[in-house]
């Protein structure tokens, strides 16, 4: 089983990737800062609905401050959904800004609600990293979701993704009646297989959510990655595989016992034919992105010599052991699924 012991360390931001950022229109001007938000005066705790503590503190600020960061945060929001828009922001208000300590990137989660309904959304604000910024594209670019998020200097703005938490799900609903055990075990696969062909790490069953959607005759699910900082980033092949950190056990476990090998090989297949499609559809923009990935600096040389290694192996391919680089890693990784689809791209 996996197990990380060390925290990630944290990536700056390059001129090439900020240039990226600009050119696909994720580069803003922000009206706050996330050290802007480190002020606050007091905190407590927030609490599940079983009295649990969530390792979430809502904060305080002095009236003061609370109305200049009100404002800016309505408009941050309004940037986020609808570009700005200034008659969005007359009916919203700041409800709630809560921070996690514990958290790599120590998050602010901020809930904006509607006055007129009291309906509300989040989003998060973080510092950004250049990790994260390669995993939130890549998601974007060859997952089946689009990712919403804004780059302002040190500062990351991210959408809110809805679903249950994984290990929420794996608690208090994998035993339940309504559950079907055959779909939930066929999106694992399939989620097990997007993690490791764009080499996302780290996805423990907390890092994902869980999206149920009724469908005419049963439930339809959908596993979603809400944490993108262990983009490419570690040494272990294992680690991009999700069946093998224990968090995820039980549903590996549906996966066994419902799925027989050449069933979990067609939903593999399947996934990788349609990973290939999304790079045939924005071929250029991930071209984009890699170029500027494979000379940047988001991991360390032992991890990047011991992943390339296991890889080497794994695919029974000794070009990984020409690659100098996590980018050029991943970029020989892509190409490996290109050319076992590559009837898709003809």
Known sequence: MNTISKKKFFYPINQDLRGYLDDYSREIKLPIQYKDLLHFESSMPVYDKEGRDTLWET??????????INESLTRVYSLLKTEGDAEVVDHLYTNRIDYCPFGNSKPFRIRITNRYNDNYDYFYVKTADASRIYGLELEHILSPNRINYIVDGETIIEEHIAGIPGDVFIKNWLNDAEVNEIRLAKEFVKFNERTFVRLLGDMRSYNYVIDMTPDFDDIQYRIRAIDFDQQTYEGMRTMYLP???????AIVDFVVKYINPETIRQYQLEERAMIANRIKVSRYRLKDLLDIMEVDKISTPEKIEQLREELAIHFDDKDFLECESMGKILRHRLYILLYNNKDILS
């Open 243 to 249: 069946q093998f950190f224990k968090d995820n056990n």
């Open 59 to 68: 904060v305080m600020f002095s009236q003061a401050d609370m109305d200049e």
